[in-house]
């Protein structure tokens, strides 16, 4: 038959590791909002990243294409442009749209560079927090 003062102190180490335990994570059957938090704010920044990323690229292709072209050249990126029709057009137009897509994959590039390099930034500002010991 266990002993009474024996399960008073195992429980009483039980109740220590769950109070150790929660200074870092949730207590054992509880549900915690932090996971579906961190979940949700990458979906949003990868979302504005796609975005802002993607309107780069777009206006450093229009502006490259309408620089080469004129006036014809921001009407063609104004439409819809599939690789038929791409294919079907003139050698200088191809080349201008080329060159338009280095240049907006270049901007790309470049942004990505400086997201990068304001994250690095802002890591060196978030202070360090030690976790208790045991």
Partial sequence: MPDAAGDAHHDEQRRARRHERGQRHPAPGTRHPAPGTQTLLRTIGGSLGVAVLGSVYTSRLMAGVTDRLGADG???????????VLRDLPEPVRQ??????????????????????VAFAVAWLVREVPLRGR
């Fill in 74 to 84: 921001g009407r063609l990126t104004r439409g819809e442009l599939t690789p038929g």
């Fill in 96 to 117: 201008a749209f080329r060159t338009g897509v280095g240049d907006g994959l270049h901007g790309v590039a470049l942004g990505t560079a400086v997201l990068c390099a």
